[in-house]
């Protein structure tokens, strides 16, 4: 009769267990941290704000500002809600409003579609900048590459990496540019607080474009499929949702000035062509015009990944059995329908990025107003835990304010797509 091998670990096999779970963890969490802030910086935010600060100068400063106040906001409560829960977003709706959650789920998801359909015509607008290939060719690339990302084993790791590492070559090159670029920051401060024009479509459209649709919900959902759930993870949870935020709002506002450098410099941009990437070859040359593409193709394709992973998690409300294996699957769909559209849609690329913003900022409060209804009223859902009051007090303003914006800038987004 064989013995069973019952022995019991060593204090150097627990240490390393801890340790490895320590840094596990701490991947996780800087995996959502960096996905959040990706796909808040994704194609879609730095052509929106090529555009917007073509046509508005440094008043625009004041739209950067409201998006990074409203995503600061947002995220907190959906990143403290979401996890404290241990559901995902739309099942969580469901068990607080009957059937709320199928709806939210449809909006996140043609939402994700419609970004992703530009987060592709970013990475190839990316790749031309950068390659000189045709950007229908890199969109097709770049979409198969992350394919390659979401089929790999341990897709979930190497998610969590590449998505960092494009996250910090966008930071560093965007910050270079920004110096070259020499902006009016003096101006710019000025009319971040005192703007000389205040434009709700196109504030709705760059909130859409950082904070709308899938991008809510990415950081928690990506929390979630990690582990990190649970009361006991509020103010973790909480703190990264501020690091996320804070580097977004950084990475933001440097963009800003990168661009309000060129345009006060006397250069027009060609706002139906590629204005980012004028800016960028403005201020720094072919060299400039190579980072761009570079930057462009990181932020394109980071968002692909997001908005894939982040749409699909949307899925499991409607079946049980939609698992991690299933999900890989139906994300590959997701990225291939979005490539085929792109790849047949006779609309600009910069139209689709800028409208995708847009269309995702009418989305926003629809589901955030679930969510403070749950934060203020249904604390069964929550394990019994009180979201901090401060917080839902601001949800609550945050909640109003985007209504409003959405329902004054409804036909001003759809006209983005005759641009």
């Not at 859409?208 to 928690?220: D, K, L, N």
Request: charged fraction near 10%; glycine fraction near 12%; hydrophobic fraction near 55%.
């Amino acid at each position: 009769m064989s013995e069973r091998n019952t022995a019991v670990p060593g204090p150097e096999t627990v240490a390393s267990g801890a340790v490895g779970f320590v840094r596990a963890r701490r991947a996780s969490l800087l995996g959502a941290i960096f996905m959040m802030a990706t796909s808040a910086i994704g194609p879609g935010f730095i052509t929106q704000t090529a555009t917007f600060t073509a046509t508005l100068g440094a008043a625009f400063a004041f739209g950067i500002l409201v998006s990074i106040i409203i995503d600061f906001v947002v995220q907190a409560n959906i990143w403290r809600i979401v996890t404290v829960s241990g559901r995902r977003a739309a099942e969580l709706a469901n068990a607080a409003v009957p059937f709320s959650g199928y709806v939210l789920a449809v909006l996140v998801i043609f939402g994700g579609l419609v970004f992703n359909i530009g987060n592709i015509a970013g990475a190839g607008l990316g790749l031309n900048a950068l390659l000189g290939i045709d950007a229908k060719i890199g969109g097709a690339i770049s979409a198969a590459l992350a394919i390659v990302i979401f089929i790999v084993k341990r897709a979930g790791v190497v998610m969590d990496w590449v998505i960092v590492a494009l996250g910090l070559v966008m930071i560093v090159l965007t910050v270079i540019v920004a110096i070259v670029a020499n902006p009016p920051i003096g101006e710019a401060l000025t009319q971040t607080v005192l703007p000389d024009v205040i434009d709700f479509a196109m504030i709705t459209t760059i909130v859409g474009g950082t904070v709308g649709g899938y991008i809510t919900y990415a950081g928690a959902h990506k929390l979630l499929d990690s582990g990190v759930a649970g009361v006991e993870h509020a103010e973790q949870v909480t703190r990264s949702a501020f690091t996320g935020i804070a580097v977004t709002g950084v990475m933001r506002y440097v963009l800003f000035l990168a661009f309000l450098g060129v345009t006060a410099s006397g250069v027009t941009l060609d706002l139906a062509g590629n204005p980012a990437g004028d800016a960028f070859q403005a201020a720094a040359g072919e060299i400039g015009l190579r980072a761009f593409g570079l930057v462009l193709w990181a932020a394109g394709i980071s968002s692909v990944i997001g908005a894939a992973f982040t749409s699909v998690s949307f899925t499991t409300v409607f079946s049980r059995r939609i698992d991690l294996r299933v999900r890989s699957w139906i994300t590959v769909g997701f990225i291939l329908v979005g490539l085929t559209v792109y790849l047949i849609l006779g609309t600009t690329p910069v139209a689709l990025l800028v409208f995708a913003g847009g269309f995702n900022g009418l989305i926003l409060p629809i589901g955030f107003t679930i969510f403070m209804y749950i934060g203020w009223f249904r604390r069964d859902l929550l394990h019994g835990y009180r979201v901090p009051k401060w917080l839902l007090i601001s949800g609550t303003i945050v909640t109003v304010l985007t209504w409003y914006m959405g329902v004054m800038s409804f036909s001003g987004i759809f006209a983005f797509l005759a641009a």
